[in-house]
């Protein structure tokens, strides 16, 4: 069965910095596509980063570029999201999610919720000023 679990999460000042880390398990297949969203009280589930496996480049939310670095272990099927600078509207559960097995359509849209197969439980991270 497959499973992402994510870590990392904590309560920091504005200004500081964490580092959240996903390790998926259970998978027969290494997901060509994985990402973090984030969440809010009251607000929807919002895409922040998203890495296809093996490749350089990466996507981010307007929000958080040059703040946040997404980047990935292949060799150990974990993903990381490197977050500085970071200010209280970041405050969010934050959550890892993968494709599935059949891959990313010609359409996909890392943006979307839609296109993820597997989501982890998620992570509390809270900024205060």
């Known amino acids: 069965q497959e499973v992402l679990v994510e870590s990392g999460g904590g309560s920091v000042q504005a200004g500081g910095s964490l580092k959240l880390s996903c390790q998926a398990s259970g998978y027969t297949y290494r997901p060509i596509y994985m990402a973090w969203f984030r969440q809010a009280p009251g607000g929807v589930r919002e895409a922040v980063a998203g890495?296809?496996?093996?490749?350089?480049?990466?996507n981010y939310a307007d929000s958080v570029k040059g703040r946040f670095t997404i980047s990935q272990d292949n060799a150990e099927n974990a993903l990381y999201l490197q977050m500085n600078s970071l200010k209280p509207e970041d405050t969010a559960v934050y959550y890892c999610?993968?494709?599935?097995?059949?891959?990313?359509?010609?359409?996909?849209?890392?943006?979307?919720?839609?296109?993820?197969?597997?989501w982890g439980q998620g992570t509390q991270v809270t900024v205060s000023s």
């Open positions: 999610a993968a494709v599935g097995p059949r891959g990313i359509p010609f359409t996909f849209n890392w943006r979307s919720t839609e296109g993820y197969a597997y």
């Open positions: 890495i296809r496996r093996g490749g350089s480049k990466a």
